[in-house]
């Protein structure tokens, strides 16, 4: 069911870049009180379903010279937004393939995220693994989590014990840390200096918060009591993907 879900998806939402169609707006619909004159030819233009190529072609055709650069500048707008939509829907449909469901439908896990990030020019870089999982429970209610896994070399371990939101602006809210589950804390590669620290904990995350998130994604930081913190980063076609499937 789920395979000819997204099968459907692609068939209706996918189209060759070389024939994206740009959609208009019903004409009869406009505010011409508030719409500029640019955009109502915009409009016109688009109503008569030509390629982009062509809908340039009418647009030059305007004998005003303003007029007519407002319309391509706007018809060209419109291409990269629909092909930026197009990319987007194809990321949905690939993320929401690989989330793995399992436990006869009541375990939801979403692809594995990796980053490297690297603190100093001397230091050895620093791995994050990261990814949304889920489970429904007797109500059909589904708990959603988020597992972060940080390796690191260090002197000693940092012990994760929080997490905090970030906003849009990639400001964390670190006066309001939340409480994070410890799920395994490894040392290994010892020598007189360091160990290679794997740190894995999760951090619960309700379904109203990631709902409203879906059209941007949202970003969280994982703070330690060694002061050192790291931001991920959940894209909003990851989260259509996940939230496709678990539900």
Known sequence: MKKILLILLLS??????????????NLASLDLSTTSPSDV?????LALGLSHDQNLVEARKIADLNMASAVIKELNKRKIEAE???????????????VKVSDNNLKFVGPKISDTKSRNVVGKAENLDYYLLGYKD???????????????????RRNYSSASYCDKWA?????????VTLISLKASGCSSFDCDYNEIVEFDLSESFLKENM??????????KASISNKITIPSSYLKGYLKVAN
Do not use: R, W
């Open 12 to 25: 209706f939402g996918l189209i060759g870049c070389s024939s994206i169609n740009v959609p208009s707006i």
């Open 41 to 45: 030819q915009t409009e016109k233009i």
């Open 84 to 98: 930026n939509n197009q990319v987007e829907l194809e990321n949905v449909v690939k993320y929401a393939e690989m």
């Open 138 to 156: 007797n109500n059909g209610s589904i708990q959603h989590k988020i597992n972060f896994s940080v390796t690191y070399t260090s002197d000693e």
């Open 171 to 179: 400001g964390c809210d670190n006066e309001n840390q939340m409480d």
């Open 215 to 224: 059209a941007k994604g949202f970003s969280i930081d994982f703070n330690s």
